[in-house]
């Protein structure tokens, strides 16, 4: 019995190191969670009469007009800005609310425009809706998680230098970004041409 009780105290045991371990990274995904739910009612207040729902019209029609540099380039832009903004955040002496706001604005940015494609495409483009936004946004979204993960421990050793395993983090990040990016410029390139008639 006594051999029982200890292997129940190691399952313990293992279970909250397991789950300290994992805290910031699931507190990251309920802040994009949050976000995106937000972003997703933001969208239904606003309506398909609004300026923001005409923007990403605007932006469905050009899309096969445009080749696959310009495109990547500018979703490269926007991950740069990203990157750029969590790196300060973590030198920054206030930047914890910093680093968590990055989650949730992204969540509330792809709630809005998830929303507004169901409501351009409704059901029947939920394909391109899964391969053009959903798919890569995923990757992007764990690109972020790590990318928060790194800055929430750069903010922890402010005072310290950075060590060549944090500069790698923030390496992989990046590219992983990219990569969902390329990713989703591809997807919308491939499956634009018949969404908008």
Same mark, same amino acid.
């Given at each position: 019995?006594?051999?029982?009780?200890?292997? =129940?105290?190691?399952?313990?045991? %293992?279970? $909250?190191?397991?789950?300290?371990?994992?805290?910031?990274?699931?507190?990251?995904?309920?802040? /994009? !969670?949050? !976000?995106?739910?937000? !972003?997703? #009612?933001?969208?239904?207040?606003?309506?398909?009469?609004?300026?923001? /729902?005409?923007?990403?019209? @605007?932006?469905?029609?050009?899309?096969?007009?445009?080749?696959?540099?310009?495109?990547?380039?500018?979703?490269?832009?926007?991950?740069?800005?990203?990157?750029?903004?969590?790196?300060?955040? *973590?030198?920054?002496?206030?930047? @914890?609310?910093?680093?968590?706001?990055?989650?949730?604005? /992204? +969540?509330?940015?792809?709630?809005?425009?998830?929303?507004?494609?169901?409501?351009?495409?409704?059901?029947?483009?939920?394909?391109?809706?899964?391969?053009? @936004?959903?798919?890569?946004?995923?990757?992007?979204? *764990?690109?972020?998680?790590?990318?928060? =993960?790194?800055?929430?421990?750069?903010?922890?050793? #402010?005072?310290?230098?950075? @060590?060549?395993?944090?500069?790698?983090?923030?390496?992989? +990040?990046?590219?992983?970004?990219?990569?969902?990016?390329?990713? %989703?410029?591809?997807?919308?390139? $491939?499956?634009?041409?018949?969404?908008?008639?």
């Amino acid at each position: 019995m006594p051999v029982r009780r200890k292997s =129940n105290h190691l399952a313990r045991k %293992q279970i $909250k190191s397991l789950w300290q371990a994992r805290k910031s990274t699931i507190k990251y995904l309920l802040y /994009f !969670g949050i !976000g995106l739910i937000l !972003g997703s #009612l933001a969208a239904v207040i606003c309506g398909s009469e609004s300026i923001p /729902f005409r923007i990403l019209l @605007n932006q469905l029609a050009i899309l096969p007009k445009h080749g696959l540099w310009t495109l990547w380039r500018e979703k490269l832009l926007y991950a740069a800005i990203i990157v750029l903004y969590l790196l300060i955040a *973590a030198r920054c002496l206030w930047g @914890n609310p910093l680093i968590l706001a990055t989650p949730i604005l /992204f +969540g509330v940015g792809q709630g809005a425009i998830i929303t507004f494609l169901l409501m351009l495409l409704g059901w029947k483009g939920l394909t391109y809706i899964l391969m053009s @936004n959903i798919l890569p946004k995923t990757v992007q979204l *764990a690109a972020i998680i790590l990318l928060c =993960n790194t800055a929430q421990s750069d903010l922890k050793r #402010l005072s310290g230098g950075e @060590n060549i395993t944090q500069a790698l983090l923030w390496v992989v +990040g990046a590219i992983l970004f990219a990569a969902g990016a390329l990713l %989703q410029t591809v997807m919308q390139i $491939k499956l634009s041409s018949g969404i908008i008639a």
